[in-house]
């Protein structure tokens, strides 16, 4: 499998592939470490603030607790991705942000699918059929 930067299976590894060096394991985790800060802050953006990086987190936690969310039960877990994703939607309009993550056509045509899944997992858990 391609790592999808070099084209090699397993970098750092000599031709036989049995031995990886330090020098290229830290350089391979740097490199993925950088894209990880890369990418939390682009989702920094899109779904929090930069007063409150953890704002998200702290408002599902309201909400699950206001709408009395089981989140033992997976069409509860599927109704609090919901809400993360319209916690994402009012960020990005309400605060007049530019998505760094994901487009906000994007963000909308997810949260179709979060409606579709969290109708899966009623139907699954026998609390809705479907005729």
């Not at 031995?19 to 989702?43: G, H, I, N, P, V």
């Not at 960020?91 to 906000?104: A, T």
Request: glycine fraction near 6%; include cysteine.
């Amino acid at each position: 499998m391609d790592n999808g930067d070099t084209g090699r299976v397993r970098p750092g590894l000599d031709d036989e592939g049995t031995e990886l060096k330090l020098e290229d394991a830290l350089a391979l985790q740097q490199k993925l470490f950088d894209r990880r800060m890369e990418l939390r802050w682009a989702k920094g953006n899109d779904y929090a603030s930069e007063e409150d990086c953890l704002l998200n987190f702290k408002t599902a936690a309201k909400l699950c607790d206001i709408f009395n969310i089981d989140m033992t039960k997976s069409y509860g877990v599927a109704f609090m991705y919901k809400l993360l994703k319209l916690q994402r939607e009012a960020n990005l309009i309400f605060n007049n942000k530019q998505p760094k993550n994901e487009s906000l056509i994007d963000t909308l045509l997810d949260l179709s699918n979060y409606n579709d899944l969290e109708l899966e997992c009623l139907i699954d858990e026998g609390v809705v059929t479907v005729e």
